[in-house]
């Protein structure tokens, strides 16, 4: 109740309330992000222009959804076009760079880091993204397709196919 | 807020998919998915664990960044509707110039660009079909 009182002053141009409400999800949003580019950094730069692009489109929230699945879309979308818009092979030394930052510090913790967490870092964005949102998250097929922007078909599919790809990638990786 | 909708509606994939029996057969994961997708949940879970929690901003940053951007939103609004004006004076008064030169060239350009434009919509409109058909955004 709070936030949705929150939600209507920051659409009313209350900076303070949309400062509170940005404050208020930016752990759940970092935490999403990193899971999503597995590079701190990049998942740094995404949460700054989604807050930026929260500030610009707040008044298009009409809260059929939750708010922080609201944020969860703009910041797919952000990070779709980014890859979109980066040449893949600058993007696949980036996140090889930031991969081996990410694996180290996962094991640093003394946290295992799964050989199937291993493959899916090889998997595209693309196939990535709706298996997380999907099996982490556990948001519905049109909700996905929704954020993604792709018909809910396309979603299913991706997931169907990112987990078969997964597999694959793990019985290479057993062979080896 | 771990796993948002997850923990807060119930919604965890695995059980959803034992208990939903409306869904299909093919979006029933199989025995290997079901391990698989057990293995990445374990995965991202660590992952949480091990990425130190993120600090949010203090306030007043936050009300800094916010007041910044809303005074780039409101020149960049400035600058639309400044350059709206002067592309749509420059078309009317164009236009009007040239009603009152020559009327027959300018009832031909009109015509030319109505052409243009049905031509233009029919295009799109046959283009967002074909794309909505064959599936890809």
Known sequence: MDELKQIKRAQRGDSQAMAQLLQAHYSFLMKYLIKMTMNPALAEDIAQETMLRCIEKIHLYNGKSKFSSWLITLATRIYIDQMRRTKVEKQWKNQEQALRRTEWQVKARLAEWTDAMHALTRLGYEWRLPILLKHYYGYAYDEIADMMDIPPGTVKSRIHHGLQQLRKELTIDEKE | ?137
């Open chain 2, 1 to 137: 807020m771990k796993r948002n909708r997850r923990e807060q509606e119930g919604l965890c994939d695995l059980n959803k998919h034992v208990h939903a029996h409306a869904e299909s057969v093919h979006e029933e994961p199989s025995a290997e998915d079901q391990a698989l997708i057990a293995q990445l949940l374990h995965g991202f879970d660590q992952m949480e664990q091990a990425i130190r929690q993120p600090e949010p901003p203090p306030l007043h940053e936050l009300e800094q960044l916010i007041a910044g951007e809303k005074r780039k939103l409101r020149k960049r609004a400035g600058l639309e509707v400044a350059l709206f004006l002067v592309i749509a004076l420059t078309l009317i008064g164009g236009n009007m110039l040239l009603a009152s030169i020559n009327i027959v060239v300018f009832a031909a350009i009109q015509g030319l660009v109505f052409v243009a434009m049905i031509a233009f919509a029919v295009r799109f409109f046959y283009r967002a079909k074909k794309k909505v058909k064959s599936g890809h955004a």
